[in-house]
Nanobody, 125 residues
Framework: QVRLVESGGGLVQAGGSLRLSCAASGGTFPGYTMGWFRQAPGAEREFVTAIRWSDGSTYYADSVKGRFTISRDTGKNMMYLQMNNLKPEDTAVYYC??????????????????WGQGTQVTVSS
């Protein structure tokens, strides 16, 4: 069973930066789709970004393009989300997710097989 553990969340002022980490264990990941989603209070879980484990192709929600960067270290089974120029509307619980399949609909949360416990990101104004 794949296990995902997020870390790095916290409280930051608007315009600041945070780096989230996701440690993956319990499996191998060639062909996987890996991603970050977020969920604010009272809202649906929202796609943030995704990466193809095999070749590093990346995809971003329009709301975070130019501010967030997803990356992975295949040797360490680690994934990262660098968040710059944070805004109050970025406040949410951020979740690391993994899909065993190479998917075209990487932006849909319902298809992912594994999820981390989430880490809180709070951006103050």
């Amino acid at each position: 069973q794949v296990r995902l553990v997020e870390s790095g969340g916290g409280l930051v002022q608007a315009g600041g930066s945070l780096r989230l980490s996701c440690a993956a264990s319990g499996g191998t990941f060639p062909g996987y789709t890996m991603g970050w989603f977020r969920q604010a209070p009272g809202a649906e879980r929202e796609f943030v970004t995704a990466i193809r484990w095999s070749d590093g192709s990346t995809y971003y929600a329009d709301s975070v393009k130019g501010r967030f960067t997803i990356s992975r270290d295949t040797g360490k089974n680690m994934m990262y989300l660098q968040m710059n120029n944070l805004k109050p509307e970025d406040t949410a619980v951020y979740y690391c997710a993994a899909d065993r399949n190479y998917r075209l609909d990487y932006y849909r949360a319902r298809g992912y097989d594994y999820w981390g416990q989430g880490t809180q990101v709070t951006v103050s104004s």
